[in-house]
């Protein structure tokens, strides 16, 4: 009987806090729609599996080598939805020569722009012209600039496959702790950012221009 | 088994006086409870009780086991078995955990619940009396010597004897010889004794046994546990190591 | 902290207030009129409550060692964030033990007694003395916490040396005694009821205790994460899911662990017979094992609900109420039968026993508010590791 009677506290404790909480009108985190890390559209597993003829460089671009010599590069899936849709703003010119870690797209989530950097040294062959002012849906397919580049650029400081994917598993959490830390408003960021487990866009009009700085210092430095 | 000494109690020849009862509690000073003693129950100022079953009159009382329980769970040894058989108690050590009362098997050890300083009280065979060269007061007093007390050995005989030259009058079972380990106060009696009131069915090992066995098993688990985690330590930062220099490779810078 | 913030009253606050009250009242009473006037503890059943939770608060407090040993022997550093709160929910709960304890002792100022008198032969002994090491350990443990907050480098780069030695002391203290609190009652085949008493209950003590500790951690995660908000300033306080999937699944092997042993003690010892005696042991047995083992194990065979927080929550209840269940019907259940006398605790032995955990809830409290438990300052391998 008693270890009913301990049994039966321990759980009106539980219960009483549940109510408890209803009453200040919060919710307990058990049961709160806060932000979810596994099972949202945030990084399914669709979204973050990698083709194999892909690699993916720290910066958040992706590169795709090919026999005629040229690089194509993209922004990868975690670039194309970390704090809403983005759209690609602007290439890099055209016939120019661009060097690593130079700027090669600015991307905007909303009102935020972010400047994405070159992962390797090269000269710029050619734009996709289609994807300016568009949101990316199929990070992958949608290259944004072919380079001609040296070939013999070590391809060891991208990751590819599993390890790619799971470090892109990875950014995702980084980024979970980053939005909390930099949402004036939890509130908010639970509501507005994984509404229904889909990212919202007007979760970076709450960013300041120091956190969106932050951002790409965090994410998208190679 | 040199000089220790036993208790040997007769069903058989117990007329249900009383007096064992009454001189247990003169000699231990503990105050008067029931005025008909036959209801009374062991308590923290009755050592030792005469029950009524039917006809038959029996005592109850602390068996002195061989190795008793008590003793052998007392964290801090304020019950000893004495070397005259008798376990004894100090209640000067005594922090009150009564484990020795969740332990014995005979459920003996009694506690002085209404007191701010408490001690365990049980029949401790007057071993104050019999270092003086008395008998124990049950014993002295007992009118019929349905009570004996003596050398635990020559008790034993007399017991096996009486079973032997009167097997139509006993119950062919010395109580306390065998049960939980053999105990230096021995019964016996003309019915089972679970008709007594008597805790039947104990282990022929003595109840330390069970816990020694698991308690021999702890130097085993703190070299072989320490051996391991030591091991287990140096072996996953190892792999760690290696994992770590390999990525390096394989990335370059 | 501002005055008027604390007192403040919140729901909470109120109840906690008035259960410490009370509970001082009755601890006022109880070492003036002695235990037989405050407790309904008896000859027959001279053990109750305390002991009872005793039993409970070193099971649950059994992840401070668990995650020890997991980051910093088995160098998962992923369960780096889980090691202080665990280390302070093993003090705490230690300290509430101890307190209880002492509350419990006929005569708690010989409490001392057992430093200086020894009985080697005793598991009461050997659960002392590793309580007592244990606490230490943990003392040292944690040292680094108020060190750090007060800038006093210099004494933490001497327990940096000798941590690796400490947590594997710590980790066979507990193991000492997380198991010897089963072999308490090795003694005592005839009395405890055959459901539960068994030679391997030692070894049973052990799993479950490993299964609920982590239990206990993943559900006080929760009431982290509800306790201190971010929007009352707090950091690093919300649910990392992703550890503590990863300890439910441990919570899961231990328990299928447990639940073979179990089955195999059963069925060795010819106990299975017993499972269909009806009787309110049989009736609480069940409980125990549907509750705490059954219910938590098919749940958490599913990843979904592993990393389904709502769910990790629930489960992890069902575990520690699976230890409640098993602890209390050890010390208490199993013995009712054989003593012939009922036992339920006195107003004062609960009292004691609510005003204590309370102000273990509270220790924790002023402890998560004013050092850094949270944001465990990342060793060097954690760093390197994630490069
Ligand atoms: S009968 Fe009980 S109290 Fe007496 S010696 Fe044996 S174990 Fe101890
Ligand atoms: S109550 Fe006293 S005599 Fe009994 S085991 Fe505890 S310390 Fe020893
Ligand atoms: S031996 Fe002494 S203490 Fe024991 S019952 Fe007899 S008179 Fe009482």
Redesign the pocket.
């Known amino acids: 009987m008693v270890a009913v009677f301990v049994l039966a506290v321990f759980l009106f404790i539980i219960a009483a806090d549940i109510i408890v909480l209803k009453f200040q009108g919060k919710k307990h985190p058990a049961f709160a729609t806060a932000i979810p890390q596994y099972g949202s559209s945030i990084h399914d597993e669709n979204d973050i599996s990698i083709p194999s003829d892909i690699i993916i460089s720290k910066g958040h671009t992706w590169i795709k080598f090919g026999r005629d010599g040229l690089a194509d590069i993209g922004i990868d899936a975690f670039g194309a939805a970390a704090l809403g849709k983005m759209s690609v703003v602007k290439c890099a010119d055209e016939g120019k020569e661009i060097k690593k870690g130079e700027i090669i797209f600015e991307g905007s989530y909303g009102d935020k722009t972010v400047k994405f950097l070159s992962p390797v040294n090269g000269f710029v062959k050619a734009v996709n012209s289609n994807i300016i002012g568009k949101k990316i849906s199929g990070p992958y397919e949608m290259w944004g600039i072919k380079l001609i580049t040296d070939s013999k650029e070590n391809k060891r400081q991208f990751l590819s496959g599993n390890e790619a994917q799971n470090w892109m598993k990875n950014e995702f959490i980084r980024l979970k702790s980053f939005i909390e830390n930099f949402t004036p408003d939890t509130g908010l960021a639970g509501v507005t950012m994984y509404d229904g487990g889909k990212l919202s866009d007007e979760l970076a009009s709450s960013f300041t221009a120091e956190a969106i700085a932050n951002f790409e210092k965090e994410f998208l430095s190679l | 088994m040199l000089k220790e000494n036993g208790i040997l109690f007769d069903v058989t020849l117990c007329v249900g006086c009383g007096s064992c009862y009454k001189k247990c509690k003169e000699v231990n000073s503990l105050p008067q409870a029931n005025n008909d003693f036959l209801k009374d129950h062991l308590s923290n100022n009755t050592y030792t009780v005469v029950e009524q079953y039917d006809k038959l009159y029996t005592r109850k009382l602390c068996m002195h086991c061989n190795e008793p329980a008590?003793a052998s769970?007392?964290?801090?040894g304020?019950?000893k078995k004495s070397p005259t058989g008798a376990v004894v108690?100090d209640g000067d050590?005594?922090?009150?955990?009564?484990?020795?009362?969740q332990a014995c098997p005979h459920k003996v050890?009694r506690y002085e619940w209404s007191s701010t300083k408490p001690r365990?009280r049980k029949c401790i065979m007057c071993n104050n009396r019999v270092q003086e060269g008395k008998l124990p007061g049950c014993a002295e007093i007992c009118p019929t010597e349905a009570t004996l007390f003596g050398n635990i050995d020559k008790l034993i005989e007399v017991a096996k004897n009486r079973l032997k030259d009167n097997p139509e009058k006993y119950y062919q079972h010395i109580y306390g010889l065998e049960e939980a380990g053999g105990s230096h106060v021995l019964i016996i009696s003309p019915v089972p004794f679970e008709q007594l009131g008597y805790v039947s069915k104990l282990p022929k090992e003595s109840m330390p046994e069970f816990t020694m066995r698991a308690m021999e098993k702890i130097p085993s688990v703190v070299v072989g546990g320490g051996v391991f985690l030591s091991a287990m330590y140096w072996l996953t930062k190892r792999k760690n190591q290696i994992a770590k220099e390999e990525k390096n490779n394989t990335h370059g810078n | 902290m501002k005055i008027n913030e604390i007192l403040k009253p919140t729901f909470w606050k109120v109840v906690s207030v008035i259960i410490v009250t009370i509970g001082l009242v009755s601890t006022f009473y109880r070492f003036t009129r002695g235990l037989g006037a405050t407790t309904n503890l008896h000859d027959m059943a001279p053990w109750g409550l305390w002991i009872g939770f005793d039993f409970l608060g070193v099971g649950l407090a059994a992840a401070g060692f668990t995650i020890a040993a997991t980051v910093h022997i088995f160098h998962l550093h992923k369960y780096e964030p889980m090691v202080r709160p665990a280390i302070l929910t093993a003090f705490i709960g230690y300290s509430i033990v101890v307190c209880l304890l002492v509350v419990d002792l006929?005569r708690p100022e010989n409490f001392w007694h057992p430093l200086v008198m020894w009985n080697i032969h005793s598991v009461?002994f050997e659960i002392t003395w590793c309580l007592i090491c244990y606490t230490t350990v943990l003392i040292l443990e944690f040292a680094p916490v108020v060190l750090e907050k007060f800038n006093l480098t210099a004494p933490i780069k001497y327990l940096r040396i000798i941590s690796i030695p400490v947590v594997i002391a710590g980790v066979l203290f507990s193991t000492l005694h997380q198991s010897s609190f089963g072999s308490l009652y090795l003694i005592v085949p005839g009395k405890l009821h055959p459901l539960w008493y068994s030679s391997l209950l030692p070894v049973h003590f052990y799993i479950s205790c490993i299964a609920s500790g982590l239990s206990m951690i993943i559900f006080e995660s929760f009431l982290i994460a509800r306790a201190f908000p971010k929007d009352e300033g707090f950091h690093h306080t919300e649910l990392k899911m992703n550890i503590l999937s990863g300890a439910s699944f441990a919570v899961l092997v231990a328990l299928i662990a447990g639940f073979l042993l179990k089955s195999y003690d059963f069925i060795n010892n010819g106990k299975i017979s017993l499972l269909i005696k009806p009787s309110a042991e049989t009736y609480l047995f069940y409980l125990e094992i549907i509750t705490g083992t059954i219910v938590p194990i098919s749940l958490l065979s599913f990843k979904k609900f592993r990393e389904d927080k709502k769910w990790l929550y629930i489960i992890s209840i069902c575990v520690i109420s699976g230890l409640i269940l098993n602890r209390l019907n050890v010390s208490i259940t199993g013995l009712i039968a054989s003593s012939g006398v009922n036992y339920f605790p006195s107003f004062d032995e609960i009292s004691i026993t609510a005003m204590l955990v309370v102000l273990g809830v509270f220790a924790f409290r002023i402890v998560a508010k004013n050092f850094h438990l949270f944001e465990a300052a990342e060793s060097h391998e954690t760093v390197k590791e994630r490069i």
Request: contains cysteine; charged residues 10%.
């Open positions: 008590c769970v007392c964290l801090v304020a019950i108690y050590k005594c922090i009150g955990c009564r484990y020795c009362m050890p365990i | 006929g009461m």
